[in-house]
């Protein structure tokens, strides 16, 4: 006869995956452990088992004592409930297990949970990057087909619940047929031809591109995600793309925020006042102003659009241009300033000052946003406040009217002293790069004063350049701008913000995007492309002769015709480029811009197959070009006499082969 009390007990300690037992009374603790369970621990029963506390809490893993805790506060609900964690053995190593617990109450009220566990650390190790993956830096990951119009083939919770869109919680989650059919419902409008041509150049290269970029979630918001697009060739041998991205739209306002006090600081600089209207919450606020302003007691509080104008205009403007102010705000809430190619307005007006004094004031809208635009104002001084200035200091005044014409990625202000001694208030990456320093090498200058020539030592702009706009006040310079990866210009105005002259000066720089360097040259009919070296060096295609807007890419190009079609590393081109300095990261850096300038100079020129680059090193297609160099050294009868005594006089480095062709 089956002893059965002993069967249970049989049961419950060989057969049951480390069952225990709990009791809840006063103190959580364990009434009874199997030996099942202690041969999965190694502790043994008198050392588990104590009515005032619980001796299996000590066991958990110090990481997963929340999971725990919440788990046991749970389980004390009648019901089963599960839950996952880690248990650190007798000899200290460590297991991962599955917790089923299910609690009764007896008919005196005590609540008794019985659990068993199932040792899941196998599962734990195959799928140790997924869940690595998953809980620390959760991903979102999408497949789609290579298509001209990708279709979706899979995509992840973590994507599912980056872009908001609505599911039933379910496991089986699905995407609704629309996304599937259209990937490019996630991207915004102004992001899909960037798209695009990404998934273009993964697929003709077949190497992944990371990167940065705006997706559109389900309610209509944006995110910013990081990530990376690669081509895949499935077990069918059929082809697909595949992203992965992380969520950095904190980081992404941050910067933003970082970006626009910068901005603020810059323009405080120039204006008396600046204001942030807001179309999105139909709000306005004072960003800026002096103590003095009375406005100040208005600083960062939102105020709506249409009762703070009416109140200012009434009380404030003069009467006689009451209804040109008016008419200048209500087109800014119209958004007529944001139609494509309008200029940042500007107006001038009479209005009472903090004073009570009728004054003259000029302003500007610039827009930051599709939704948020800044009014900046400042005080224009009459005639006889400035009979002590200079014709040319009060010119420099009216320009500053034109200082700020957009939130410009070339955007950047500095302070300078009598004596020339510059610091930085604020300047984009682009303009550090024009300077010539890193962001870590920039930071410190924010802090200091530095001797002018010091400051632009390392900018590929001649001290000439800049002794002359500090004496004239007013210039333009060039820039590499890496987004575009184009030359643009770079307008400096530098005045004096206060009236008295011995005071600090401020420059300010901004872009001139306009439509000389945004559109393509006017490319000859004939494109032969010929080339002089005897003398001064020179490119033509046609008879048109090649505008080089800077001086470094044309030598780079003296350089690759000096090889006659041999290939030219970056430590080669660097030594020649700049024979005082190693190969570092800054000329390193410094080179691939110039590079990149020859490149799009070519291109402008509807030439750029001249030039060929193969990891890094360049050469050029010696049998694409007509040059008077390789006519004479190719021992023709008819070219014998192209060569003077004289050859690329421009660059010393060339004295080498100068030699070479005086003495052949």
């Known amino acids: 006869m089956i002893n059965t009390p002993k069967r249970a007990e049989d049961i419950l300690n060989f057969q049951i995956n480390g069952f225990h037992q709990y009791i809840f009374d006063d103190t959580v603790h364990l009434s009874f452990v199997s030996r099942n369970f202690c041969d999965m621990t190694g502790f043994e029963e008198n050392e588990l088992l104590d009515k005032s506390r619980d001796l299996y809490a000590l066991l958990v893993h110090p990481e997963d004592l929340k999971i725990y805790s919440a788990f046991i506060n749970t389980a004390r609900e009648e019901g089963s409930s599960s839950a996952r964690y880690h248990l650190i053995k007798k000899d200290g190593s460590i297991t991962y297990v599955n917790d089923t617990l299910t609690c009764i109450k007896l008919e005196d009220g005590t609540c008794v949970a019985s659990s068993y566990l199932t040792d899941i650390s196998e599962f734990e190790i195959d799928n140790k990057n997924l869940r690595f993956l998953d809980e620390t830096s959760p991903c979102g990951f999408l497949k789609y087909t290579c298509e001209k119009n990708p279709r979706v083939t899979f995509v992840n919770k973590q994507l599912v619940d980056f872009l908001r869109i609505p599911t039933d919680n379910s496991p089986e989650f699905d995407l609704p047929d629309m996304y599937k059919e259209n990937i490019f419902l996630f991207i915004p409008i102004e992001e899909r031809r960037r798209f695009s041509l990404f998934l273009n150049r993964v697929y003709t290269s077949e190497k992944p591109i990371a990167g940065e970029m705006t997706l559109l979630r389900f309610d ?31 980081r992404y306002a941050a910067k933003e925020e970082a970006e626009s006090n910068r901005y603020l600081k810059a323009l405080s600089e120039v204006y008396d006042k600046i204001f942030e209207f807001n179309l999105l919450t139909n709000t306005v606020k004072i960003l ?26 009434m009380d404030s403007v003069e009467k006689e241009d009451v209804e040109k102010v008016r008419s200048f705000f209500g087109d800014f809430c119209q958004k007529k300033f944001y139609e494509p190619d309008a200029k940042p307005p500007q107006i001038t007006y009479r209005a009472l000052s903090s004073e009570n004094v009728l004054r003259q004031y000029g302003g500007i809208f610039i827009k930051v946003t599709e939704t948020v635009g800044f009014f900046c104002c400042r005080r224009i001084h009459e005639s006889s406040e400035v009979n002590s200035l200079k014709d040319e200091n009060l010119q420099l005044k009216e320009n500053m009217k034109d200082l700020v014409m957009r939130f410009s990625d070339g955007l950047a202000a500095f302070e300078i002293t009598p004596d020339l001694k510059m610091k930085p208030l604020y300047a984009s990456e682009n303009v550090c790069e024009f300077f010539g320093y890193t962001n870590e090498e920039w930071l410190p200058l924010t802090k200091k004063f530095t001797p002018w020539k010091t400051f632009v030592s390392n900018s590929e702009a001649t001290y000439d350049d800049f002794l002359n706009f500090l004496k004239m006040g007013e210039a333009e310079f060039t820039y590499f701008d890496y987004k575009s990866e184009k030359e643009k210009r770079i307008r400096a105005v530098c005045t004096q913000k206060d009236m008295d002259t011995k005071s600090p000066g401020y420059v300010i720089l901004y872009s001139m995007d306009d439509d000389e360097n945004t559109q393509q040259k006017n490319i000859p009919e004939n494109l032969n492309v010929s080339i002089r070296t005897f003398g ?27 090889r006659r079609g041999g290939f030219v590393t970056s430590e080669e081109a660097i030594g020649f480029l700049w024979e005082d300095e190693p190969a570092n990261t800054l000329t390193l850096s410094r080179y691939r811009k110039v590079a990149l300038r020859l490149k799009n100079t070519l291109e402008e020129y509807g030439v750029s197959d001249i030039l060929e680059s193969v990891d890094g090193k360049r050469r050029i297609v010696a049998e694409k070009v007509k040059c008077d160099l390789f006519d004479y050294l190719s021992g023709k009868e008819e070219y014998s006499q192209l060569f003077k005594g004289s050859y690329l006089t421009n660059y010393s480095w060339g004295e080498t082969t100068l030699g070479e062709l005086l003495n052949s």
């Open 536 to 562: 001064y060096f020179d490119v033509f295609v046609g008879d048109k002769p090649i505008a080089f807007r800077n001086k470094k890419s044309k030598e780079l190009f003296a350089l690759l015709i000096d």
């Open 288 to 313: 800026y102003c002096n103590n003095s302003s009375m406005f100040k007691h208005f600083e960062n509080i939102p105020m709506n659009i249409d009762d703070a104008l009416e109140k200012w205009i």
């Open 220 to 250: 209509g918001t944006k995110l910013h995600v990081f990530g990376w697009v690669t081509k895949h060739v499935n077990e069918d041998g059929s082809e697909e793309f595949q992203s992965v991205c992380i969520d950095v739209t904190e």
